[in-house]
C-alpha cells in the first residue's frame, strides 16, 4: 500500500496526471501503450464522435524524435490501404511535443489470432499481409519491423501493419542508429546496416512470419517458400513480394513452386490431388470397363 491508496490507483493517478492536453477536439480516456520515441493513447474525438489512437512524443524538446514522429505520420499519410492504419490529424501540443491521430485498431495480435484457423485461412491472412507490405514498397517505404506482433486482425476480417515508426523512405539519408528492428525478424544486412537495407529485407521478415504460421507439420513446399524468402544472402531472395505472392499462390492451386524442386513421387501425387475427380473418373471407367470384358468373356 501507498498511504490509504493501493499501489494500483496510485499509479492509475500519474497515469491520468500525464495525459497530454491535445486541444478541444479531442478527450484523451486511457494509455494504450509506450514505445521507445511514443506514447500510444486512445481518446475520443469529440466532433465526429468516434474513438482514435493518438501517438504523442513523450519528451519535450527532442528535435530528433519530433521530426522522426512527423515522418512516421507523413509516412502513413501516403500509405492509403486497407491494411495500412490511416491518419487523421496531426498536430503540436502546448508544450512543443508533436502527435498525430490515426484509427483505433480493436482485435488480436497476428500471433495469437492464428491458433485456430486452418493452413487456407492462414495463407489468406498472410497473403493480405503481403498485399499491404508490397504496396508500401510501391510507395517506396521500407517497414522494418515486419512481425507478428505488429500485425492487427480486426473484427470484421481487416488485417492491418502497425507500427511504421522505424519505416525508411527509399534514398532518404541514412539513420543514425546502429541496429533498427527486432531479432529474429532481421535479414542479416539490416543487422549490419539498418540505415541502407531496402525492401528485401522486409521479404526475410515476411519468410520468418510464413514460416512461424504453418503448422505442424507444415507442407514441404511452403517450407521452402519461407525459406527461400529468408536466405541469407539478398540476391538469394524473392526479388520482390509478387514473387514470394505468385509461389503461395502457386501451392494452393497445387501447381509446382519456384522455390520447392519436388521429386517425381511428389509430383505424381501434387497431380493426382489437383486433378483427382476427373483422375478417379478415368480410374473407375478403366475399372468397370475390365471388369466387363471379363464377364463377356465368361
Same mark, same amino acid.
Given at each position: 500500500?501507498?498511504?490509504?491508496?493501493?499501489?494500483?490507483?496510485?499509479?492509475?493517478?500519474?497515469?491520468?496526471?500525464?495525459? *497530454?492536453?491535445?486541444?478541444?477536439?479531442?478527450?484523451?480516456?486511457?494509455?494504450?501503450?509506450?514505445?521507445?520515441?511514443?506514447?500510444?493513447?486512445?481518446?475520443?474525438?469529440?466532433?465526429?464522435?468516434? #474513438?482514435?489512437?493518438?501517438?504523442?512524443?513523450?519528451?519535450?524538446?527532442?528535435?530528433?524524435?519530433?521530426?522522426?514522429?512527423?515522418?512516421?505520420?507523413?509516412?502513413?499519410?501516403?500509405? #492509403?490501404?486497407?491494411?495500412?492504419?490511416?491518419?487523421?490529424?496531426?498536430?503540436?501540443?502546448?508544450?512543443?511535443?508533436?502527435?498525430?491521430?490515426?484509427? =483505433?485498431?480493436?482485435?488480436?495480435?497476428?500471433?495469437?489470432?492464428?491458433?485456430?484457423?486452418?493452413?487456407?485461412?492462414?495463407?489468406?491472412?498472410?497473403?493480405?499481409?503481403c498485399d499491404a507490405v508490397a504496396f508500401a514498397h510501391a510507395h517506396g517505404i521500407?517497414?522494418?519491423?515486419?512481425?507478428?506482433?505488429?500485425?492487427?486482425?480486426?473484427?470484421?476480417?481487416?488485417?492491418?501493419?502497425?507500427?511504421?515508426?522505424?519505416?525508411?523512405?527509399?534514398?532518404?539519408?541514412?539513420?543514425?542508429?546502429?541496429?533498427?528492428?527486432? *531479432?529474429?525478424?532481421?535479414?542479416? #544486412?539490416?543487422?549490419?546496416?539498418?540505415?541502407?537495407?531496402?525492401?528485401?529485407?522486409?521479404?526475410?521478415?515476411?519468410?520468418?512470419?510464413?514460416?512461424?504460421? =504453418?503448422?505442424?507439420?507444415?507442407?514441404? *513446399? =511452403?517450407?521452402?517458400?519461407?525459406?527461400?524468402?529468408?536466405?541469407?544472402?539478398? #540476391?538469394?531472395?524473392?526479388?520482390?513480394?509478387?514473387?514470394?505472392?505468385?509461389?503461395?499462390?502457386?501451392?494452393?492451386?497445387?501447381?509446382?513452386?519456384?522455390?520447392?524442386?519436388?521429386?517425381?513421387?511428389?509430383?505424381?501425387?501434387?497431380?493426382?490431388?489437383?486433378?483427382?475427380?476427373?483422375?478417379?473418373?478415368?480410374?473407375?471407367?478403366?475399372?468397370?470397363?475390365?471388369?466387363?470384358? =471379363?464377364?463377356?468373356?465368361?
Amino acid at each position: 500500500m501507498t498511504g490509504w491508496l493501493g499501489d494500483a490507483a496510485v499509479a492509475h493517478l500519474r497515469d491520468v496526471a500525464e495525459w *497530454p492536453e491535445v486541444g478541444k477536439r479531442y478527450e484523451i480516456t486511457r494509455r494504450l501503450g509506450r514505445g521507445g520515441m511514443g506514447i500510444v493513447y486512445a481518446a475520443q474525438d469529440r466532433v465526429l464522435r468516434r #474513438e482514435v489512437a493518438i501517438k504523442v512524443l513523450n519528451e519535450i524538446g527532442h528535435q530528433a524524435g519530433t521530426e522522426h514522429l512527423l515522418a512516421e505520420a507523413r509516412i502513413l499519410g501516403r500509405l #492509403e490501404h486497407p491494411g495500412i492504419v490511416p491518419v487523421h490529424d496531426a498536430g503540436m501540443l502546448a508544450d512543443g511535443r508533436v502527435f498525430y491521430v490515426m484509427k =483505433l485498431v480493436r482485435g488480436d495480435r497476428l500471433d495469437v489470432a492464428i491458433a485456430s484457423r486452418t493452413l487456407n485461412e492462414r495463407l489468406d491472412l498472410f497473403l493480405r499481409i503481403c498485399d499491404a507490405v508490397a504496396f508500401a514498397h510501391a510507395h517506396g517505404i521500407v517497414h522494418r519491423d515486419l512481425k507478428p506482433e505488429n500485425v492487427m486482425l480486426g473484427p470484421f476480417g481487416e488485417v492491418l501493419v502497425m507500427d511504421w515508426g522505424v519505416a525508411k523512405v527509399a534514398g532518404s539519408a541514412p539513420d543514425v542508429e546502429a541496429v533498427v528492428g527486432t *531479432p529474429g525478424y532481421m535479414a542479416p #544486412e539490416q543487422v549490419r546496416d539498418a540505415g541502407r537495407v531496402d525492401s528485401r529485407a522486409d521479404i526475410y521478415a515476411l519468410g520468418v512470419i510464413l514460416e512461424a504460421m =504453418l503448422p505442424d507439420p507444415p507442407p514441404k *513446399p =511452403l517450407v521452402a517458400i519461407a525459406r527461400h524468402a529468408r536466405a541469407a544472402r539478398v #540476391e538469394h531472395r524473392y526479388a520482390e513480394v509478387p514473387g514470394l505472392v505468385h509461389d503461395v499462390h502457386r501451392f494452393r492451386e497445387g501447381a509446382p513452386v519456384d522455390a520447392y524442386r519436388e521429386s517425381p513421387l511428389e509430383r505424381l501425387a501434387r497431380v493426382y490431388r489437383r486433378h483427382r475427380v476427373p483422375i478417379t473418373l478415368v480410374l473407375v471407367y478403366m475399372v468397370v470397363r475390365v471388369i466387363l470384358l =471379363l464377364w463377356f468373356r465368361t
